[in-house]
């Protein structure tokens, strides 16, 4: 099938930068659009950016000036370059994918959902 893995988190000073890394792997797959979700403990998760395989993208107003989502469809990757952090943007952020899995009959639609890397904004 197809799995997710991110890669990139870390403990970073409030207005540090970090950029984040997704990478889909697989067989027999296309990515359609991409997504960074977060969570926070105690808080649900909440949609961060969104990328579609054409490369229009989608920010959280809160994140917007200070979030940039990127693909690299060559590579079935996604990123997320993050600056001016604060200590409200600490939680695991997670990758998703909406994939196609190719079959010789009909393609099947699947949503894929990487393991989490944790972003800490703390002095």
């Known amino acids: 099938q197809v799995q997710l893995v991110e890669s990139g988190g870390g403990l970073v000073q409030p207005g540090g930068s970090l950029r984040l890394s997704c990478a889909a792997s697989g067989t027999n797959f296309m990515v359609d659009a991409m997504a960074w979700y977060r969570q926070a403990p105690g808080k649900q998760r909440e949609l961060v950016a969104t990328?579609?395989?054409?490369?229009?993208?989608t920010y959280a107003d809160s994140v917007k000036g200070r979030f940039s989502i990127s693909r690299d469809n060559a590579k079935n990757a996604v990123y997320l370059q993050t600056s001016n952090l604060k200590p409200d943007d600490t939680a695991v952020y997670y990758c998703y994918a909406d994939v196609r899995i190719i079959r010789a009959i009909q393609d099947r639609r699947i949503s894929v959902w990487g393991q989490g890397t944790q972003v800490t904004v703390s002095s």
């Open positions: 990328i579609s395989r054409g490369g229009s993208t």
